[in-house]
């Protein structure tokens, strides 16, 4: 069967809105399906009836996880774990903290995590927030394979592109593309070394003042606004 | 070519010293190295040339690694990163830390994480400490793909466990070992509902008095021993 991009018009526009945020989310998500059409080992799904692209339901799943993916809130969670007495032990013994600063310290680590994993979640957002209309496509919702953004090139070839927030992040195993197509990668900090490395974009995402500035005024306006939000 | 134990033996003896902390060792290496001969799959090695347990050369880089392994030390390190700056303004706006407080904790998180390493450590070397004599064999040196410890069973079947500290670690990929023999999983502690898994350890290394209490006794020992080995 062929790829009916009427099909996933017709789909898609159910889930739209008129959220300006969410403009051209839709286009999008038509060329996340083309990309699958294309790339249909790339899908990442755990159960065993795997969405197809070439048909209305499979398609109201994919924009389903799509839309929910990008309407999540990113902001910090309150950690659901317990921690690890034997770390706070190891604390004692190793760098000679108190008993009563590790039960500070424990809470302030699992603070720490989930700041963490938000730094990774917003650098996507902030990306999207730029790039959405430069023709780039954030596949967010998790049902690509470790990858983040797909575009294509001027010869209409898929570019696509891992984006990890430091240097020492584990990269997932991505197996390769068709047509020799090749996962790049970009990583936004330096663990060892320091500083960022907005410098070295790939050469598609240059020329958007994407910037270590502009990442942190689209981080704290983020976090006021969600914070308003889920106060209210 | 068959399985050489004497060469393998010979080999290891050059590793040997009498400490007493180090006996079984050279047995553990020689059944390892039986383990690699019938699972040569098993071998994680990075480089081109992967070294053979058929020949005295490649024995005696696998007994170098399996020392090495065992005798570095899990004292934890002072970190070696910088603090991404961004997880800092994630924890003023989601948390509402002063950047005072942050430029403390964003230490004190370093050094949990590092005891979070020295834990995960520890656990093995306290299971081999009281396993080793019991026909266990710890795979220490990291040459071994997603394998902690070995044994076999009375029916000199390979039995395979990989070892983890919290139920919320990612398990190493481990496809199938040969004969069917599937790699039995343990972990110490869990991260929700909090406690430890000591019950539950796999059959074979239950009766050893393997437990909790043990545990910090034996951390709490190897860390002021490493610390007044490494402070002379």
């Not at 309150?78 to 424990?106: L, R």
């Not at 959405?132 to 797909?150: E, L, Y």
């Amino acid at each position: 069967m062929s790829f009916d991009e009427e099909l996933v018009k017709k789909t898609v526009a159910e889930f739209l809105t008129d959220n300006p945020k969410e403009q051209g989310l839709d286009v999008a998500f038509i060329e996340i399906c083309r990309f699958l059409y294309d790339n249909p080992n790339r899908l990442s799904w755990r159960s065993k009836n795997k969405p197809s692209v070439t048909d209305k339901n499979g398609l109201k799943i994919l924009a389903e996880k799509f839309f929910n993916g990008f309407r999540r809130s990113d902001f910090p969670a309150e950690p659901g774990t317990i921690p690890d007495e034997m770390v706070s032990i190891v604390m004692q013994q190793a760098y000679g903290y108190s008993a009563e600063q590790c039960e500070k310290i424990k809470i302030e680590h699992q603070h720490s995590m989930c700041a963490e994993n938000c730094v990774g979640a917003l650098l996507e957002r902030y990306l999207d927030s730029v790039l959405r209309k430069q023709g780039w496509h954030w596949c967010c919702g998790d049902f690509i394979k470790a990858i983040d953004f797909i575009s294509k090139d001027k010869n209409g070839k898929w570019l696509v592109l891992q984006i990890k927030n430091r240097d020492n992040t584990e990269n997932s195993s991505s197996s390769a593309i068709r047509n020799g197509t090749e996962i790049q990668k970009w990583f936004r900090s330096f663990s060892k070394k320091g500083g960022t490395n907005w410098d070295n974009l790939p050469e598609l995402m240059q020329g958007y003042n994407l910037s270590e500035s502009g990442f942190v005024a689209f981080v704290e306006k983020y976090l006021k606004e969600e914070k308003a939000r889920l106060n209210n």
